[in-house]
């Protein structure tokens, strides 16, 4: 019992979660005007045709006259067994376009998400040991000025001086490079930069508040007095209790900024990553591709919510779960 | 004797008199309130029916301007805004000077409050005096004071032409202070105006999120049971669809100008006051001065908007001051992306429209990118300080 039920049903609230989702887009779908009969409409007016034969030609083609509830478990049945269409801009199914492009994403996202988890904590904590002083106060100010400054502007800036002034880096991207090369490094450094500016300013701050409270802890003066060393009571004794809180608020910060920045940051440094296709798709109008990019990332943030509450419960042995 | 002033005694107490002055009638902020609304309400109404679509609103009067919805409901906060926010703090000095001090401390809080100010009296007043941004394709890509840009970008110069090297150079003027776009709009006025955008996108979400998170928080802590059992899940799924990613369907779906936006923004975002609230009211009603007011015989409403409401409000409004960057944000995300309001000049729109031009006119993205750095580093600073001064045990809570 206790954690294992815990898990379980929170694990089974997820689904239920990622199932109301996808209901919802799917009745913002059925509610909206289908962009695809709209377009056979007015191609068809435009060579002289019939528009209405027309777009009842699609509507018979897609299935858009089937009864609702047969085509809401037709959708659902589709979505969970990953068969998410076929995208026209791409020709190509759906689901394979996002891995092709989760292929560049993963190039510059596995390295800032590592960069993140372990400069984030220590940063913090150097903060906390040194509170007060110049180091804090320039941490600090790094942090607020990572935190406000929009990705997308901060990627514009560097991008002019880095690469149209000063030449150092590429302007665009080049995906024929291998991954495990110079050049590669050289174009993902400052997307990469960029991005970890902008997640690390949260959790810094985080990091520092928690750990200054420890660090006179009765537990953290009981170790001095017996002689532990220095680093062995900031890795051991207060990073430990620490990493409680500031795991939850860096797997939220992290989602947050997957999600919302990498689109932004993908499209400012043209990597053909998904935050890109989602974008192509949208201009393109390819419905089926916008769908599949939007559930894609819901269920990224459903599953990175759900880890967010089992490490926070793992982590900390003092929760309770009797009456959760 | 100490019994020399009998006038005072108890039993001479003539309550009816006391029970009729201390009659409970309408507040003073209610009062105001209602005395700005109905006005507003009744302007409106004539808007909606008596004038057509494309008359201005005060064209009786001689003034060209048609209000649009956003400004009603930019109205309607700011009147709310005035007798719920700033009057209390006339009302009780004593705690206002004391809130101020604790404020004061935190110097950079300082100065963004005076830059947030400065942003809302300017983009309140400022489109008042200045015309809106005219294209004038002659003068395009006019640098701002203290720079210069090759002739070659420019075809006619406001300022100065000077020669180097053998090319021409435009200097900067005062004509354009923050130079001018590719159509050649002043940017200064643009910023304006953007300014104005931005207020509008800060106050009236955070009247949607604390309206809304507020009812739905007591709701859930005060009826319990199945209600609170389905809203606070309702909560849970708006927690987790990432709220960019909806706008970006949403939009996708419907299109739609900047009101709609805006609205979304604040409908999609009250989950964390929501669950703040209700988790306070639950604390709140197991307190001794809750009890006595439910033994006096004060009914459930006034509990909450007496007691619930006010103890809560300060850690309502440091959360929406951190939510409000995210909003500003969002919407320069979505213009720079090319989704949003084109007909607005709101800053995104501003800084999108540079990226083409950065290479020998990086202004037109510096600028307005500029200013929404700055103000979102406002906001931030000013939530840091707000929550040291208003509730200092608020700000253990809020970093677990």
Redesign the interface.
Known sequence: MGLRWYIARRVG?AVV?TF??VS??WA??TA?PNPEVRQAATQAALEGGNPNTAAERVRELRGLNAPLYQRYIDYVVNVYTLDWGWSRMRSQPVTQAMVQSLYYTAQYSIPWTLITVVLAPAVGLYSAANQYSWKDHLATGFS??G????N??FG??LL?IFG?YLGWIPITYNSDVPVFSLANARQLAVPIFVLVTGSIGGTVR?AR??SS?FMSADFVKTATAKGVSTARIYTRHILRPTMV?LSTTMVAQL??LF??SS??VE?VFSIPGLGRL??RA??AQDTNL?LGS?LF??FI??IG?LLQDIVYTVLDPRIDFSDR | MATDSPSRQFEQTDWDEIARNTERGLSTNLKLTLGLVVPLVGLFLYDLLALGQYDATFGVVGWGYDVTQLDWLFALSLILFGAYGLLPLYQAPRMTRYYWSEFKRNRPAVVSLVFLAVIFVMGLFGPLFLDPPKAALFKQFQPPVGTEVNMQYVIECSGQVTTSGGERFCQGSMAHPFGTTDNGQDIFTLVVYGMQITMKIAFITTLIVITVGTAVGTTAAYVGGMVDEVLMRYV??Q????T??AY???L???GGGIALFIVLFGLFSWEGTARYVRSNALAKAEEEYIKASQLTGASAYHIIRRHIVPNTASSIITDVTLLV?AFI??E??LA????GDTAVPSWGQV?ARG?DV??FA?WV??VP?LF??LT??AF??LGDALLDALNPRAA?EA??
């Open positions: 609230w979660v109301i989702i919802i887009t913002l779908l909206a607020f000025f935190y406000a400054i929009p997308f502007f514009i800036i002019l149209v985080v508040n928690e409270e809180p989602l947050a999600i919302g689109l932004l499209i989602t974008y949208i201009t916008v939007t990332f819901t943030a459903t919510n | 849970d799924i927690q987790s669809f990432p960019f990613i970006l369907l949403i996708y779906i419907f960057p944000l969002f320069a995300q720079f992306l090319g989704l800084l990226r950065l290479a990086p993205t510096l990118g929404i750095f979102i580093l931030n600073f253990a970093e677990e």
